[in-house]
């Protein structure tokens, strides 16, 4: 990979990765022709829209981090940027194991992350996984089929908690069952 395609700048990462908004950007950039010494990350990150530590891990880690794979779990990345906490962490985890659901799409349900954000992590950290779904493995008769809740909605990014009680219900019936 060539470092022209791993080295952007910050505001494009930190957009791409759902993070701040394009108006956050502009805003950044236009209050950047004030205060020259700042940098566009400090900017935002006075401003309220993200913490200091995420930029810093974006600034500092990130390419880094593309270029070698550390093979660690996408949480650790997560805590890294300073997106999750370790008590965060623990209750995915803990929910995880209760409803089958992938880590990544219990810190969506759970409202820690967005979904753009672990997509983001998904497609440059672990380009094998990206292309399955960030939702849910159901396993029937020795084969898995990858089910992602969006496919049975209107594209709408929205989950309601009746539809997690559903995948719940449904993945406690493959559970009990002895699926």
């Given at each position: 990979m060539s470092n022209d395609r791993l080295v952007?700048?910050?505001?494009?990462?930190?957009?791409?990765?759902?993070?701040?908004?394009p108006?956050?950007?502009?805003?950044?950039?236009?209050?950047q022709t004030y205060y020259q010494d700042m940098r566009i990350g400090e900017i935002l990150a006075l401003r309220g829209w993200i913490e200091q530590s995420t930029v810093d891990f974006f600034a500092q880690e990130w390419v880094r981090l593309l270029r070698q794979k550390d093979g660690q779990p996408l949480g650790f990345y997560l805590k890294r940027a300073s997106l999750l906490t370790e008590k965060q962490i623990e209750m995915i985890l803990a929910e995880q194991n209760q409803t089958?659901?992938?880590?990544?799409?219990?810190?969506?349900?759970?409202?820690?992350?967005?979904?753009?954000?672990?997509?983001?992590f998904l497609t440059n950290l672990f380009p094998?996984?990206?292309?399955?779904?960030?939702?849910?493995t159901r396993t029937f008769d020795r084969t898995t089929e990858i089910v992602d809740p969006s496919d049975y909605y209107n594209n709408d990014e929205t989950i309601s908690q009746?539809?997690?009680?559903?995948?719940?219900?449904?993945s406690e019936q493959k559970i009990t069952s002895g699926a």
């Open positions: 952007k700048p910050i505001g494009e990462i930190l957009q791409n990765a759902g993070l701040v908004s108006s956050q950007i502009e805003v950044a950039l236009h209050d089958c659901l992938r880590f990544g799409a219990t810190a969506v349900l759970k409202g820690f992350v967005k979904k753009n954000t672990i997509d983001f094998e996984q990206a292309i399955s779904s960030s939702y849910i009746e539809d997690i009680t559903y995948w719940v219900r449904l």
